[in-house]
């Protein structure tokens, strides 16, 4: 079989290794392979999501799947990717101490620690916190590593690929699959994300913190704060407000002044159901897609590609809540 992958962030980079491992005859085009979300975010791998003590969607089963998925890769392309994390959420008022002290752990599917002490890294809590074990994936050297793979075993193509020549075409655009008239009947929703570098005074931080933004540890006073959400601005430009926005919430729970280095800002391929979007179009079976990643894509993006390379090499149907056959004439 032969597969055409156009696009090269983390879905095009994940399928194209796990179908080329996998035997099949594969070719990538991606025509802005180093700009892309992907290489704008900070891989942050967090099993909670939003301010209330709620698990990712599937965290229980993509969280170690994701754990092995990228230590095999590791091992591959000879690079590190997945860093372990403790991650700390920080609450900001007396009802976040309360939602989280009520909430029942296992029914949550999240094991976390209450924080006691009164500040922790130089970090005060007023109303304490919890602590619970997350991960960053460094996307860049993914990317690359993957890239150099498939680019050593004649993988990378220079041109657009034509779509006939291939007996799959497998689209992994992001957020421009939204403007794409054959993909575009699933309800998109692209988000425009900012980030910060930045460096910090006073005692490093040794795990990231959580409370509505993240800051992430870079290396000692270094630090990556992130990320806004803009539905309106679908633009790939940092912005004034952006910055200021991040500086400002840093701020706040750091209680320190933070220095900014560096800003990033990309459009993340959000979907309306808030769950990837994997599978063949209705009407024409030669073409695929994976999409809709949002601001998930280091967790879903392996599973999201073993799911696709299972139904193309095995016929095993994809998971009917990602599956794009149901947004056909919705
Ligand atoms: C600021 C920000 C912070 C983020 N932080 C995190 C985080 O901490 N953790 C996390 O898990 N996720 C995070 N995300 C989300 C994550 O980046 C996305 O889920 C993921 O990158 C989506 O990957 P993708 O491959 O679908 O799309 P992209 O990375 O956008 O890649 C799509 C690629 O397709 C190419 N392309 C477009 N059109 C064509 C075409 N016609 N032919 C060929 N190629 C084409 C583009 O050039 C691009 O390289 C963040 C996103 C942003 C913007």
Redesign the pocket.
């Known amino acids: 079989m032969r597969v055409y992958i156009?696009?090269?962030?983390?879905?095009?980079s994940w399928l194209a290794y796990e179908l080329h491992r996998r035997g099949v005859e594969v070719l990538v085009?991606?025509?802005?392979?180093a700009?892309?979300?992907?290489r704008?975010?900070?891989?942050?791998?967090n099993p909670t999501t939003g301010s209330r003590p709620k698990s990712t969607w599937r965290s229980e089963v993509l969280l170690p799947f994701a754990r092995e998925a990228y230590g095999a890769i590791e091992r591959e392309i000879g690079a590190s990717v997945w860093t372990p994390r403790v991650i700390r959420r920080v609450f900001l008022t007396e009802k976040d101490a309360t939602l989280w002290s009520l909430a029942d752990q296992r029914g949550v599917g999240v094991q976390w620690t209450p924080l006691k002490e009164s500040a922790v890294d130089g970090v005060s809590l007023p109303y304490g916190g919890v602590e619970y074990a997350g991960a960053t994936v460094n996307t860049n050297a993914l990317i690359d590593g993957i890239g150099a793979l498939l680019e050593r075993d004649g993988c990378l193509a220079a041109d657009t690929l034509r779509a006939a020549d291939a007996d799959v075409n497998v689209w992994?655009?992001?957020?421009?699959a939204a403007s794409d008239a054959r993909w575009s009947w699933l309800p998109f929703q692209p988000v425009k994300?900012?980030?910060l570098d930045a460096v910090i005074d006073g005692p490093p931080l040794n795990a990231v913190y959580i409370r509505g933004i993240w800051i992430v540890p870079s290396s000692e006073q270094h630090i990556r704060i992130?990320?806004t959400h803009d539905w309106d601005d679908l633009t790939e430009q940092p912005t004034d407000h952006g910055r200021r926005t991040l500086v400002e919430k840093a701020r706040v729970i750091l209680g320190r002044e933070v220095h900014v280095t560096g800003q990033r800002?990309?459009?993340?391929?959000a979907a309306r159901s808030k769950r990837p979007y994997i599978g063949l179009h209705p009407e024409d079976p030669s073409q695929a897609i994976i999409?809709g990643?949002?601001?998930?894509?280091?967790?879903w993006?392996p599973w999201a590609a073993r799911q696709l390379a299972d139904l193309l090499l095995e016929g095993k149907p994809v998971d009917n809540e990602v599956d794009v056959q149901q947004w056909w004439n919705v």
């Open positions: 156009h696009g090269r962030g983390l879905a095009g085009f991606d025509p802005h392979p700009e892309n979300a992907s704008v975010a900070a891989g942050l791998i992994c655009h992001g957020w421009r994300g900012e980030i992130g990320s800002a990309g459009i993340r391929p999409n990643l949002g601001a998930k894509g280091s967790l993006a």
